[in-house]
T-cell receptor
Framework: GAVVSQHPSRVICKSGTSVKIECRSLDFQATTMFWYRQFPKQSLMLMAT?????????EQGVEKDKFLINHASLTLSTLTVTSAHPEDSSFYIC??????????FGPGTRLTVL | KQEVTQIPAALSVPEGENLVLNCSFT??????LQWFRQDPGKGLTSLLLIQSSQREQTSGRLNASLDKSSGRSTLYIAASQPGDSATYLC???????????FGKGITLSVRP
């Protein structure tokens, strides 16, 4: 099956710093990628939809200036959490859209902001 | 607005039991429905995808059914094993290239 990787898998940073998370589709081209966040014992909440070569579409309530998304190629999308705060600590998961509208998910990135 | 519900939130069964996980959705105009598995601290693994025109899909010991008109799907797991312990999420898509709406998941524990 299609594989999506995320890097890093775990990151700890100080409050006020910025963190970049990479999402790569390894064996397929993903014109559309999605970014989700997940709080403990909760389901995934879609943050934004990223289309290659165009601006991301953010869900209501998600600050586009805080969560910067870049989808520069068909295999790479990045999420940058700017000026991170403790409340941004969460599990961030990306997915790439493949054949038959199936979404293939990355392994996730655990962000802890001190 | 589409809402997806999975009840109960947690389930514990002895090894070898056949079991059914339920998923319901409020808007029957779906494009497809997917079942995912999530292990603790990990991403999601797609188990089965059912297109809106289909009634069921099977993969190994897993069988997923879809009743679009009643807004329900079930995931049947045959002969459960401790390795099946995980959280199972269902998600629906309302159209091609549209986003997925997830349920909160059912955390399954299979006791040896």
């Amino acid at each position: 099956g299609a594989v999506v990787s995320q890097h890093p898998s775990r990151v700890i940073c100080k409050s006020g710093t910025s963190v970049k998370i990479e999402c790569r589709s390894l064996d397929f081209q993903a014109t559309t990628m999605f970014w989700y966040r997940q709080f403990p014992k909760q389901s995934l909440m879609l943050m934004a939809t990223s289309n290659e070569g165009s601006k991301a579409t953010y869900e209501q309530g998600v600050e586009k200036d805080k969560f910067l998304i870049n989808h520069a190629s068909l295999t790479l999308s990045t999420l940058t959490v700017t000026s991170a705060h403790p409340e941004d600590s969460s599990f961030y998961i990306c997915s790439g859209r493949g054949e038959l509208d199936t979404q293939y998910f990355g392994p996730g990135t655990r962000l802890t902001v001190l | 607005k589409q809402e997806v519900t999975q009840i109960p939130a947690a389930l514990s069964v002895p090894e070898g039991e056949n079991l059914v996980l339920n998923c319901s959705f409020t808007d029957s105009a779906i494009y497809n429905l997917q079942w995912f598995r999530q292990d603790p601290g990990k991403g999601l693994t797609s188990l089965l995808l059912i297109q809106s025109s289909q009634r069921e899909q099977t993969s190994g010991r897993l069988n997923a059914s879809l009743d679009k008109s009643s807004g329900r799907s079930t995931l049947y797991i045959a002969a459960s094993q401790p390795g099946d312990s995980a959280t199972y999420l269902c998600a629906v898509s309302s159209g091609a290239n549209s986003k997925l709406t997830f349920g909160k998941g059912i955390t399954l524990s299979v006791r040896p």
